[in-house]
């Protein structure tokens, strides 16, 4: 039986969500590559992040969007596995819109984060 959970996000962007982590500082790897798990079990994912304990932690495509994969027994990060994908979401949302407003033609003119933690963007485009 497997001990693997597998837990449902709204990332579609590879590239978003690559930059996402690097930009929280998170070393990862690219795959396909194998997550370790319980008593030598591995689950393919396309991003893995290995942790000190020898159990890793991945972000496995299932045609629809990205699934955190991982044996949650053996989490080993700063924060709980909530506050970790709030905190992947988020830098994921902040890259996919200033991916898209640059495509669009914008940069981006001013960002504050806020006390609670949210991000204030403002964005400008300058015509001719």
């Known amino acids: 039986m497997s001990h693997f959970s597998q837990i449902k996000t709204q990332i579609r962007n590879l590239e978003s969500l690559q930059d996402a982590l690097s930009d929280l ?19 393919s994912a396309e ?8 159990y890793d932690v991945g972000f496995k495509w299932n045609g629809k969007e990205y699934e955190l994969v991982a044996d949650l027994q053996y989490w080993q990060q700063d924060l709980s596995v909530e506050g970790f994908l709030r905190q992947v979401t988020q830098r994921y ?3 996919a819109v200033v991916k898209e ?7 981006v003119a001013e960002q504050q984060k806020n ?4 991000i204030r963007l403002v ?3 300058w015509s001719a």
């Open 25 to 43: 500082g998170i070393d990862w790897k690219q795959g396909p590559r194998q997550v370790r798990g319980y008593r030598g079990q591995t689950h």
């Open 47 to 54: 991003i893995t992040i290995e942790q000190e304990n020898g």
């Open 101 to 107: 407003t640059v495509k669009a033609g914008f940069q």
């Open 115 to 118: 006390e609670d933690g949210s």
């Open 93 to 95: 949302a902040y890259q």
């Open 123 to 125: 964005v400008q485009r």
